[in-house]
């Protein structure tokens, strides 16, 4: 963990949109991310390093919110925010996720659409080619690769 000036130096920096600063502050924090992703071990088929991915993600919003002049210190502060993405995290990962019959109906479409694609050109297709496949707009493909990434 930095030292306490060093790291009001280094969140000052970060707040600034110093893209250094901030590859350092994550750095700097790491270890104690990963600490708090192991305290959540083995939750829901979450990887440890998903839970530490997240707890970067919630370390950047808690330094969008932090006040450099309060005197809290920032991983007092930050530390929640962490903890809070993980806790967000597991619980979406074990809420079941239920399909229509339509929607059911368009995976199916979006599978087939899929490996036509790459038995026709090779490779894995793009969210454009698998609308142009499917016959609707790219904004509802990338709706449904979401949800296939929740199952």
């Not at 502060?77 to 929607?103: D, T």
């Not at 707009?137 to 199952?151: C, G, I, M, P, T």
Request: hydrophobic share 40%; net charge neutral.
């Amino acid at each position: 963990m930095p030292e306490q000036m060093n790291e009001r130096a280094l969140v000052l920096a970060a707040k600034e949109s110093q893209a250094s600063a901030r590859a350092a502050l994550i750095e700097a924090f790491t270890p104690l991310i990963s600490r708090a992703a192991r305290d959540h071990g083995g939750a829901a088929g979450v990887s440890r390093a998903e839970l530490i991915e997240e707890g970067v993600a919630g370390m950047c919003r808690a330094l969008e919110r932090y006040d450099p002049g309060s005197s809290t210190s920032f991983w007092t502060y930050a530390s929640w925010w962490v903890r809070e993405a993980m806790q967000r995290l597991v619980s979406e990962r074990r809420r079941p996720v239920e399909l229509s019959g339509r929607m059911a109906r368009q995976l199916v479409c979006l599978r087939h659409a899929r490996r036509v694609c790459v038995e026709e050109h090779g490779h894995e297709p793009t969210m454009d080619e698998l609308a142009h496949e499917m016959g609707i707009d790219r904004a509802h493909v990338e709706r449904l690769v979401a949800v296939v990434r929740l199952q």
